[in-house]
Nanobody, 123 residues
Framework: QVRLVESGGGLVQTGDSLTLSCAAS????????MAWFRQAPGKEREFVAS????????YYSDSVKGRFTISRDNTKNTVYLRKNNVQPEDTAVYYC????????????????WGQGTQVTVSS
């Protein structure tokens, strides 16, 4: 059974940095993609970034490219999302997911989801 557990969210100030973690278990850890999505109040769930477990290839949405970095530690079965220079519009619940492909940006293409971690950016 696949299990994804996010952590690292919280209240931060504009311009701060923050790293989210997603601990995965029950997966085959082949070259499937792991991804981060986010959902702000009243908005659709939005793709943020993805990474392949084995190759480490990454893909980013235009809205976070250059500010966010996705990475993985295969020894810990954990995926990270490093967020630099956070802005109020980055306020959202951030979800970790797997089961889709590296370039899949639609949430319905992913099979497994974590419970989410709240990030709130104050101005």
């Amino acid at each position: 059974q696949v299990r994804l557990v996010e952590s690292g969210g919280g209240l931060v100030q504009t311009g701060d940095s923050l790293t989210l973690s997603c601990a995965a278990s029950g997966m085959s850890f082949n070259d499937d993609a792991m991804a981060w999505f986010r959902q702000a109040p009243g908005k659709e769930r939005e793709f943020v970034a993805s990474i392949r477990w084995r190759s480490g290839n990454t893909y980013y949405s235009d809205s976070v490219k250059g500010r966010f970095t996705i990475s993985r530690d295969n020894t810990k079965n954990t995926v990270y999302l490093r967020k630099n220079n956070v802005q109020p519009e980055d306020t959202a619940v951030y979800y970790c997911t797997t089961g889709g492909g590296l370039l899949d940006t639609l949430p319905q293409l992913y099979d497994y989801w974590g419970q989410g971690t709240q990030v709130t950016v104050s101005s």
